[in-house]
């Protein structure tokens, strides 16, 4: 498996890490108390539950060791409204920087959706532009991205982690231990708790999202592996993996607000790898500000450096739309953006 598309399968761990407990057995309502003392507990009372709106990250490190290449992925922003109905309102920032496989990579992106407006931000490290919609584009993609999600399927942006449902804690992480206690600077009180990943445990998970319609077209359209690349690569790290470890930790409603995945292996030409991903939860249930670019350039002008139009765009379905967004996503992040076209 390339380097790259390893890197891209960071995302799919993330769907998992929030599938996996979007409908645990905790409530954030206060009427329930972990046991510290009892992490097995802990791992079967981590959920999402009751959360819609906060802060999170997201941090994908990929090493090569042999060759001494790092590369950094960080998918970061706030919330709020999240199944509330209609679009939660959202930023997300998602930058790349680094080098592997012979590559350097440079990367920043963000985009805002609010009730009125949306915008993005794109390009490479040090040279990206804004851009944002008038009106009544964004009325009209508003549109047909909320259909899209009424409708489910490809264009559905909760796809991987419904399809990521009904895998537990328990399931992946093994001879749990507790790992002591934190406390965030907002006050907030966190059990740690670390084990064994799972690792064939995992890669089945993500078979498996990649084997639902929906969720395998999102990962198709982020470059990832498809379901018999993804088992190919099972049996390719079986005896290579090294060191397996997950890490997590609760608040005292069982809320989940750090998961860590780390991963150390020989590839098949005998070079020393490392991958760690790190989920968190932050400012759960506030009401985050997000900020909004008041200027930029028109939304058309991001679209022509792909080969489209925002003409284009409202002509084709929110699916169709969705998928164009991850594959321009996918690009940038890879550091393949498209170049800056004269207007």
Known sequence: MKGFRLVALCGCMAAVAMGLVACGGGSSSGEITVNPEKPQELAEEATLDGVHGGQTEVVFLLINKSKEEKLAIRPRGYFKRLGEGGLPQFQVAVSSVGRFDGHNVGFNGTLTLMPAQMGFVYGP???????????????????????????????????????????ELPQLIHNVKREGEREYSDGTRVFLVG???????????????????????????????????????????????????????????????DLGFKLDWKNPHGESMELSLEFRLRVINTNPEIYFYPEGKSLNALLGNFGTSTETALRAGGTED??????????????????????
Do not use: N, W
């Open 195 to 257: 084990g064994d990943l799972d690792v064939d445990r995992l890669i089945d998970v993500l078979v498996q999202m990649a084997e639902d319609p929906a969720c395998g077209a999102q990962m198709s359209a982020l470059g990832l592996p498809s379901a018999p690349e993804l088992k190919a690569a099972k049996t390719i790290l079986k005896g290579q993996i090294e060191e397996a470890r997950a890490t997590f930790s609760v608040d005292k409603h069982g809320v989940l607000r």
């Open 322 to 343: 969705v998928i164009g967004f991850l594959k321009g996503l996918a690009g940038g992040l890879i550091g393949q953006p498209p170049a800056e076209r004269s207007q």
């Open 125 to 167: 490290a040090y040279h990206e532009q804004p851009y944002k919609s008038d009106k009544a584009t964004f009325e009209a993609l508003r549109s047909k991205f909320e259909e899209a999600q009424k409708e489910g399927g490809e264009g559905d942006a909760m796809a991987c982690i419904q399809a990521a449902k009904g895998v």
